[in-house]
């Protein structure tokens, strides 16, 4: 699989666009939060500056870069800067792996004196083999910036932040990993795209060598692990340091958190950090439980058929597939994020020793247990 | 030709990294240090198609192991160490020398070796999972007796780690 | 084999090569640090030259023994911290320092 | 082969440049105020003082890094289990490697059960 310069361009470019977009969404969902705990709690929320206060993340923008510099006096200067940076690493690498849409045929072109392509344009920044197994790998780093974060800034406050943040990711990280096992189970795959495929046309599944069809349901992983896909949206949410599990910033114990000494655009890098995150949880979250980018009870095949009335053959209908389903995909992601906001801005603060037994006493055995019946059901199912 | 240079440039990630965990003096630093090699090493198993390694080196070394590293040195606050190296200058020198000694040993031997397998004889694996399936089919029949033994060596950290908690006190306790 | 074909083209003795030179960096730190958690740390920098030797083998050989053992490998070495680290907490809690000389005291 | 490794470096090379970029930028533009002594001192609310390395740190949170360590070697080891299961289950073997794992993983629910008892989990 070589690729020649323009695939390679054209590949680079697109990378580039993703990491723009996920650095675009963040002001975006930062409105979003705003507007939306403004709407919660019978408040107008920014709405001033703009249609809708739209343009207030420009003018937040501008003045995340018009703050002083600071470092604190007995910060280590070195980690105190890398930690921001470093904050957007994970998020970023993750968002890679995520399959958006079907890919983009385009056609032979000509392009100064030569002729390139045909080429096969993927919506996904790369196709790595055993994308889960890479998003947990890489997500699994997120809590060195916290911790940099605490020793760089060299304050009590921000160090017990980051340790409590490092604790509860790496407890919610584990129950996360035993909750992904029943969908690794059913699917038998590692790969995205293959799961995606796996849960088209109707809900099916073969039990006792008889074949069971339930016409009204779509073949979606949540009707198959509703356990699991509880366990993990709740883990992702304690992943994300959001509210309720938001106690490594808890302002009333520990001033704001690992990021006490922090303002300005290296706050602002936490913060991409912390919705790239999101943003991540919530793909994976469709993918695993809700088709990813697949249309309920309309197959790739009717689709294709609808679409070809209106753009022909060709070029054009894969081009018109990929941008229904990416709208799709993005309608299930805006869903799942106005969860995320919605949950933060309606449950209450957990204590942090009833976050740690929430972790290790209920979401660990529980992901064991739906581990344990996934296998069981699987093995008796086969008969 | 890109991936020789790639090659050579995860080769020097690594092991720059890895001599900087054995010189710089500071532990967090060190450890830092670690993690980046961990990382490189893992980036270099993904290159040689081991995907399902490579995620488990992240997982494992960089996700777990180092994390506890940093933290203890977190607990601890250990700042810069005055002793961080032996004393003397005759150990010191027999030590160096020893260390590259032994390189140059291994070195030697295995110029001597194996040098006829190189990259061209590479076939590509059919697919990852593919080759997934063939590792956990081995795991689970060939290496049973381990795999199982793994569960109990797991059992003897959970029982050190259990005294250990019955043991009162923060890190800094016996200065209250 | 002629040295320009040596460097284009990576072969088994490449990656052999970086794994020899982890596990004596990892030997260098070992015997010469004085920091309990830093001998701990050079010991996994050795296990890990250990594990890309392994990983080599198993991909230039065609096999997947390799990668099977690195599991081992990896699972033995995370106890082996956790365990080391303890027995570090439980050292620095008594002396507070993890000077590797502190072990010395240690009388049964 | 190699070429999988170059998108994941060359995003992680772009997110390492744009934010060291732009934090350069910001601390060309924003405001240089020469900072006052009481302002380079660590934020406690106020109360000025106390340094980090005096704050008593639980054991609880190395144990907790600990206590993860093992069930996360346990999660790895159940991946490559869950990917060749219903192969197994295909081929016949399916009691086999289902028995398998469940002596492994009643091994560790027996680990969590003692830490339990032990209080290893408590957080006060």
Same mark, same amino acid.
């Given at each position: 699989?070589?690729?020649?310069?323009?695939?390679?361009?054209?590949?680079?470019?697109?990378?580039?666009?993703?990491?723009?977009?996920?650095?675009?969404?963040?002001?975006?969902? +930062?409105?979003?939060?705003?507007?939306?705990?403004?709407?919660?709690?019978?408040?107008?929320?920014?709405?001033?500056?703009?249609?809708?206060?739209?343009?207030?993340?420009?003018?937040?923008?501008?003045?995340?870069?018009?703050?002083?510099?600071? +470092?604190?006096?007995?910060?280590?200067?070195?980690?105190?800067?890398?930690?921001?940076?470093?904050?957007?690493?994970?998020?970023?690498?993750? +968002?890679?792996?995520?399959?958006?849409?079907?890919?983009?045929?385009?056609?032979?072109?000509?392009?100064?004196?030569?002729?390139?392509?045909?080429?096969?344009?993927?919506?996904?920044?790369?196709?790595?083999?055993?994308?889960?197994?890479?998003?947990?790998?890489?997500?699994?780093?997120?809590?060195?910036?916290?911790?940099?974060?605490?020793?760089?800034?060299? #304050?009590?406050?921000?160090?017990?932040?980051?340790?409590?943040?490092?604790?509860?990711?790496?407890?919610?990280?584990?129950?996360?990993?035993?909750?992904?096992?029943?969908?690794?189970?059913?699917?038998?795959?590692?790969?995205?795209?293959?799961?995606?495929?796996?849960?088209?046309?109707?809900?099916?599944?073969?039990?006792?060598?008889?074949?069971?069809?339930?016409?009204?349901?779509?073949?979606?992983?949540?009707?198959?692990?509703?356990?699991?896909?509880?366990?993990?949206?709740?883990?992702?949410?304690?992943?994300? #340091?959001?509210?309720?599990?938001?106690?490594?910033?808890?302002?009333?114990?520990?001033?704001?958190?690992?990021?006490?000494?922090?303002?300005?655009?290296?706050?602002?890098?936490?913060?991409?950090?912390?919705?790239?995150?999101?943003?991540?949880?919530?793909?994976?979250?469709?993918?695993?439980?809700?088709?990813?980018?697949?249309?309920?009870?309309?197959?790739?095949?009717?689709?294709?058929?609808?679409?070809?009335?209106?753009?022909?053959?060709?070029?054009?209908?894969?081009?018109?597939?990929?941008?229904?389903?990416?709208?799709?995909?993005?309608?299930?992601?805006?869903?799942?994020?106005?969860?995320?906001?919605?949950?933060?801005?309606?449950?209450?603060?957990?204590?942090?020793?009833?976050?740690?037994?929430?972790?290790?006493?209920?979401?660990?055995?529980?992901?064991?247990?739906?581990?344990?019946?996934?296998?069981?059901?699987?093995?008796?199912?086969?008969? | 030709?890109?991936?020789?240079?790639?090659?050579?440039?995860?080769?020097?990630?690594?092991? !720059?990294?890895?001599?900087?965990?054995?010189?710089?003096?500071?532990?967090?630093?060190?450890?830092?240090?670690?993690? $980046?090699?961990?990382?490189?090493?893992?980036?270099?198993?993904?290159?040689?198609?081991?995907?399902?390694?490579?995620? $488990?080196?992240?997982?494992?070394?960089?996700?777990?192991?180092?994390?506890?590293?940093?933290?203890?040195?977190?607990?601890?606050?250990?700042?810069?160490?005055? $002793? !961080?190296?032996?004393?003397?200058?005759?150990?010191? $020198?027999?030590?160096?020398?020893?260390?590259?000694?032994?390189?140059?040993?291994?070195?030697?031997?295995?110029?001597?070796?194996?040098?006829?397998?190189?990259?061209?004889?590479?076939?590509?694996?059919?697919?990852?999972?593919?080759?997934?399936?063939?590792?956990?089919?081995?795991?689970?029949?060939?290496?049973?007796? !381990?795999?199982?033994?793994?569960?109990?060596?797991?059992?003897?950290?959970?029982?050190?780690?259990?005294?250990?908690?019955?043991?009162?006190?923060?890190?800094? !306790?016996?200065?209250? | 084999?002629?040295?320009?074909?040596?460097?284009?083209?990576?072969?088994?003795?490449?990656?052999?090569?970086?794994?020899?030179?982890?596990?004596?960096?990892?030997?260098?730190?070992?015997?010469?640090?004085?920091?309990?958690?830093?001998?701990?740390?050079?010991?996994?920098?050795?296990?890990?030259?250990?594990?890309?030797?392994?990983?080599?083998?198993?991909?230039?050989?065609?096999?997947?023994?390799?990668?099977?053992?690195?599991?081992?490998?990896?699972?033995?070495?995370?106890?082996?911290?956790?365990?080391?680290?303890?027995?570090?907490?439980?050292?620095?809690?008594?002396?507070?320092?993890?000077?590797?000389?502190?072990?010395?005291?240690?009388?049964? | 082969?190699?070429?999988?490794?170059?998108?994941?470096?060359?995003?992680?090379?772009?997110?390492?440049?744009?934010?060291?970029?732009?934090?350069?930028?910001?601390?060309?533009?924003?405001?240089?105020?020469?900072?006052?002594?009481?302002?380079?001192?660590?934020?406690?609310?106020?109360?000025?003082?106390?340094?980090?390395?005096?704050?008593?740190?639980?054991?609880?949170?190395?144990?907790?890094?600990?206590?993860?360590?093992?069930?996360?070697?346990?999660?790895?080891?159940?991946?490559?289990?869950?990917?060749?299961?219903?192969?197994?289950?295909?081929?016949?073997?399916?009691?086999?490697?289902?028995?398998?794992?469940?002596?492994?993983?009643?091994?560790?629910?027996?680990?969590?059960?003692?830490?339990?008892?032990?209080?290893?989990?408590?957080?006060?």
């Amino acid at each position: 699989m070589r690729m020649d310069a323009m695939e390679a361009a054209i590949n680079a470019l697109k990378l580039v666009v993703i990491f723009g977009m996920m650095i675009q969404a963040v002001p975006l969902l +930062v409105w979003l939060e705003r507007r939306g705990s403004a709407f919660i709690q019978h408040r107008f929320g920014p709405n001033r500056v703009g249609p809708l206060g739209l343009l207030q993340l420009l003018a937040d923008a501008v003045k995340f870069i018009n703050k002083e510099e600071f +470092v604190p006096g007995k910060g280590h200067r070195l980690l105190f800067f890398l930690a921001p940076i470093l904050a957007m690493m994970p998020g970023a690498l993750a +968002v890679l792996a995520i399959p958006f849409s079907t890919p983009i045929e385009i056609a032979a072109f000509d392009f100064a004196g030569s002729t390139w392509g045909p080429y096969l344009l993927k919506v996904q920044g790369a196709d790595i083999p055993l994308g889960i197994i890479y998003i947990f790998g890489v997500s699994s780093l997120a809590t060195y910036p916290l911790l940099l974060a605490g020793w760089g800034s060299s #304050n009590k406050f921000s160090l017990m932040g980051a340790l409590r943040a490092s604790a509860q990711m790496i407890s919610y990280e584990l129950a996360m990993g035993l909750a992904v096992v029943g969908v690794m189970i059913i699917y038998g795959t590692f790969y995205l795209n293959e799961m995606i495929d796996m849960q088209q046309g109707p809900m099916n599944f073969m039990f006792m060598g008889k074949e069971v069809i339930f016409p009204y349901l779509p073949n979606w992983g949540i009707f198959y692990q509703p356990l699991g896909f509880l366990l993990f949206l709740v883990c992702s949410y304690a992943e994300a #340091n959001r509210l309720p599990f938001d106690l490594p910033e808890a302002e009333g114990e520990l001033v704001a958190g690992y990021h006490t000494e922090y303002g300005g655009f290296k706050m602002l890098m936490f913060f991409i950090g912390e919705y790239g995150h999101m943003i991540v949880s919530s793909s994976v979250v469709i993918i695993f439980y809700f088709g990813g980018y697949l249309i309920p009870f309309l197959s790739t095949e009717d689709l294709r058929q609808l679409l070809t009335g209106f753009v022909g053959e060709g070029a054009m209908l894969s081009l018109a597939t990929s941008l229904v389903y990416l709208l799709s995909f993005i309608i299930k992601l805006v869903i799942f994020l106005w969860v995320f906001i919605w949950v933060r801005w309606s449950l209450p603060r957990f204590r942090y020793d009833q976050l740690m037994d929430l972790g290790w006493k209920t979401m660990l055995p529980w992901g064991l247990l739906n581990t344990f019946v996934t296998m069981l059901l699987v093995y008796l199912a086969h008969g | 030709m890109t991936s020789t240079v790639l090659f050579y440039l995860l080769q020097f990630l690594i092991l !720059a990294s890895a001599l900087g965990v054995v010189l710089i003096p500071n532990p967090i630093y060190c450890a830092l240090m670690l993690a $980046v090699s961990m990382i490189g090493i893992s980036a270099l198993f993904f290159s040689l198609e081991a995907y399902f390694v490579a995620g $488990v080196q992240l997982i494992v070394y960089a996700g777990a192991v180092m994390v506890l590293f940093v933290m203890v040195i977190m607990l601890f606050n250990l700042k810069n160490e005055v $002793v !961080a190296f032996s004393k003397g200058l005759l150990s010191k $020198v027999l030590k160096v020398s020893l260390s590259v000694l032994i390189f140059a040993l291994i070195a030697s031997s295995l110029s001597m070796s194996f040098a006829d397998l190189n990259s061209s004889q590479l076939q590509p694996y059919e697919s990852a999972m593919r080759s997934v399936k063939e590792l956990s089919a081995l795991l689970f029949t060939k290496y049973i007796f !381990a795999f199982e033994a793994i569960s109990i060596l797991l059992i003897l950290v959970v029982v050190g780690a259990v005294s250990l908690a019955r043991a009162k006190g923060g890190t800094h !306790a016996s200065d209250k | 084999m002629p040295l320009t074909s040596s460097l284009t083209e990576i072969s088994l003795n490449h990656y052999l090569i970086l794994s020899a030179a982890l596990f004596c960096i990892g030997m260098f730190g070992v015997i010469m640090r004085k920091n309990a958690i830093v001998i701990l740390m050079s010991i996994e920098l050795m296990l890990n030259g250990v594990n890309v030797s392994f990983v080599a083998f198993s991909r230039y050989q065609n096999t997947m023994d390799g990668y099977v053992i690195v599991f081992f490998v990896m699972a033995i070495a995370a106890a082996e911290a956790a365990v080391g680290l303890a027995l570090a907490v439980a050292i620095f809690k008594r002396f507070r320092e993890i000077n590797i000389s502190s072990f010395e005291h240690l009388k049964g | 082969m190699i070429y999988q490794l170059g998108p994941v470096l060359f995003m992680a090379t772009l997110s390492l440049l744009f934010g060291v970029v732009v934090l350069f930028l910001v601390s060309k533009v924003g405001p240089k105020l020469k900072p006052t002594k009481a302002k380079l001192e660590s934020y406690e609310s106020g109360i000025s003082g106390q340094q980090a390395s005096t704050t008593k740190v639980p054991v609880k949170f190395y144990l907790t890094a600990i206590l993860f360590i093992v069930f996360d070697i346990e999660a790895i080891f159940i991946y490559p289990w869950a990917a060749v299961f219903k192969d197994f289950l295909a081929e016949g073997y399916g009691s086999f490697i289902l028995i398998e794992m469940v002596v492994f993983m009643a091994t560790l629910v027996w680990g969590l059960f003692y830490i339990w008892k032990g209080k290893a989990l408590d957080w006060e």
